[in-house]
């Protein structure tokens, strides 16, 4: 990895943390060349401090320190992406990230759509809410519904209508995801279950 830490005159270059798991962007700080081969040799992430002029490891008073999981370059080797697995919160401030944000997995739509389903549970509006509706008849009702939809996108599996499969398989995610709000889970549980059995 050929670095150009002489682009800029105080030989820094940008370094962007990036949570190796939930890909959420966690702090910027700057590594000289020393900072670079410490954060290697360690394996703690290490920068040059411009406040108190001289190495600094992330974590070394707090314990919250970042441990190094892979560092990439980017295109002009001016600037580094490092990989990390935080131990506690990042910002010196006591939060996650340095932009006061939650390091929490995220996946995509399908995190907004949890949100939308447990704010529709919450206000219990069964008038206008299909998702409070259903809930306000009980978990045996959802699951039962649940059953009802994999048994469709079952039967377009072996249809040729891909449009309809997608229909249903789309009813099948949205019902199923509120079965596992129904039994107290989210997906995150689902992932972390599936990462167990990860060989």
Not at 29 to 54: C, I, P, W
Not at 69 to 92: Q, R
Not at 107 to 115: N, P, Q, R, V, W
Request: glycine content about 6%.
């Amino acid at each position: 990895m050929k670095i150009d830490f002489n682009k800029n005159k105080d030989g820094l270059v940008p370094a962007i943390i990036q949570d190796a798991t939930t890909k959420n962007v966690l702090m910027l700080g700057y590594m000289n060349k020393e900072a670079f081969d410490k954060t290697q040799e360690t394996k703690l992430v290490t920068f040059f401090s411009r406040t108190k002029n001289r190495l600094w490891t992330k974590g070394e008073e707090s314990g919250n320190v970042l441990n190094l999981v892979d560092l990439k370059l980017d295109c002009d080797n001016d600037s580094l992406l490092i990989l990390v697995n935080p131990n506690g919160p990042t910002c010196h401030k006591g939060s996650d990230t340095c932009w006061n944000e939650e390091n929490n997995q995220k996946y995509g739509f399908f995190s907004t759509l949890e949100d939308t389903i447990s704010e529709r549970i919450a206000n219990k509006d069964t008038d206008k809410s299909y998702v409070a509706s259903l809930f306000a008849k009980g978990i045996n009702k959802v699951a039962q519904k649940v059953g009802e939809e994999a048994v469709e996108v079952v039967i377009e599996a072996m249809d040729n209508n891909d449009a309809l499969f997608l229909y249903e398989s789309a009813d099948l995610m949205f019902h199923y995801l509120m079965l596992l709000q129904a039994k107290g889970f989210t997906l995150k549980d689902i992932e972390a279950e599936l990462k167990t059995r990860q060989k």
